[in-house]
């Protein structure tokens, strides 16, 4: 059993910067694949980033590539989402989630789910 933790989350101005952080405890936090999923107002909740258990390989969403960052430390038993150049349309609640074989970038595949942090983007 794994407990995640997510924090970071607030408002901001379109165009700004937000990082998200999710912290881990229970189980070796390395044995475990992140994903950063979130889910807007009336919609599907969607994949936005996922990580490797080393932190070798990683995926970005179309939607989100070029402007966040995913990253971990496995030594703080943290992953991390990076946020720039944010738009209205990113506005969600960003949920961690922990897989323990590998990235998945469907909801029905994690192991583990955080609360959710409340991102809000202005315009």
């Known amino acids: 059993q794994v407990q995640l933790v997510e924090s970071g989350g607030g408002l901001v101005q379109a165009g700004g910067s937000l990082r998200l952080s999710c912290a881990a405890s229970?189980?070796?936090?390395?044995?475990?694949?992140m994903t950063w999923f979130r889910q807007a107002p009336g919609k599907e909740r969607e994949v936005v980033v996922g990580i490797s258990k080393s932190g070798s390989s990683t995926y970005y969403a179309d939607s989100v590539k070029g402007r966040f960052t995913i990253s971990r430390d496995n030594v703080k038993n943290t992953v991390y989402l990076q946020m720039n150049s944010l738009k209205p349309a990113d506005t969600a609640v960003y949920y961690c989630?922990?897989?323990?074989?590998?990235?998945?970038?469907?909801?029905?595949?994690?192991?583990?789910w955080g609360k959710g942090t409340l991102v809000t983007v202005s315009s």
């Open positions: 989630a922990a897989n323990e074989l590998s990235i998945i970038t469907t909801p029905r595949g994690m192991d583990y």
């Open positions: 229970g189980r070796t936090f390395s044995r475990y694949a």
